[in-house]
């Protein structure tokens, strides 16, 4: 297929290379982590629409050759403390970053990665269809299901995620807001991640073993709706009606 073709490059030869040689430079000066943003989601995702398991091409799935490089460029060099940052699905992914068929990797432990994805969603755009269970949930589950090294993911929730980076630990928190559809300061916590340096995996149990929607592998999922007044700093439950704004005919 198209996307196993090693001359295909998603940054194109001279970027490419430009990538390799500062991944190893910041080795060399002593950085305490690489944080590498992308617009799409780098980790291996299958999904499966029915009629078996498949890898979407609009990601790095479509460039498995430009992966499989990166990936040997830092588990040779061992290159570890990796942070990738994506987005661009609509939706929320939080994995292990593995090499699959080539490096052993335990997904209860973590052993065996060399880094950490997290992908955010959006912030207005729509995602899954459907109300949260048992559309956006059924969904999740069978994601991480597919995708032994994905860890948690989430459809539903429109919203952002909050990085802290320290010489020692590196903590992700998830934020969803229980609706776009009108102006409001509420913003839902959804799940909470750490890495810790040198671990080259989340720390488990992942997320503290609970998050507030989508999927958990080996975690708990439950539907608080535990809202935050971003303006006040008061908490409540709130519910919302309309998560989007209805469309115009």
């Given at each position: 297929m198209i996307r196993d073709d090693p001359s295909r490059t998603l940054m194109g030869s001279?970027?490419?290379?430009?990538?390799?040689?500062?991944?190893?430079k910041s080795k060399e000066r002593g950085a305490s982590w690489r944080l590498i943003g992308n617009q799409i989601i780098f980790s291996r995702i299958t999904e499966d629409w029915g009629d078996g398991e498949v890898l979407p091409g609009d990601n790095?799935?479509?460039y498995v050759a430009n992966r499989k490089r990166t990936l040997e460029h830092l588990y040779d060099n061992n290159i570890g403390n990796n942070i990738?940052?994506?987005?661009?699905?609509?939706?929320?992914w939080v994995s292990d970053l593995i090499w699959l068929g080539n490096k052993e990797y335990d997904n209860t432990t973590g052993s065996g990665s060399i880094g950490v994805e997290f992908a955010g969603t959006a912030v207005s755009s729509g995602g899954v269809d459907g109300p949260i269970e048992p559309d956006a949930g059924t969904a999740a589950r069978a994601r991480v299901q597919s995708n032994p090294e994905l860890m948690w993911q989430e459809g539903?929730?429109?919203?952002?995620f909050r990085?802290?980076?320290?010489?020692k630990k590196v903590s992700a928190q998830f934020y969803g807001s229980p609706s776009v559809a009108s102006r409001n300061a509420w913003d839902i916590p959804l799940a909470?991640?750490?890495v810790l340096s040198g671990e080259n995996h989340l720390q488990r149990p992942v997320a503290g073993g609970h998050a507030e929607?989508?999927?958990l592998r080996y975690g708990k999922v439950t539907h608080t709706n535990l809202t935050l007044d971003t303006e006040t700093g008061k908490w409540k439950n709130v519910g919302f009606d309309t998560m989007y704004l209805p469309n115009k005919p």
């Open positions: 001279r970027q490419e290379k430009w990538f390799y040689r500062n991944l190893s790095w799935n479509g990738f940052l994506a987005g661009d699905s609509h939706q929320n539903y929730y429109r919203g952002y990085l802290d980076v320290t010489p909470n991640f750490t929607s989508g999927a």
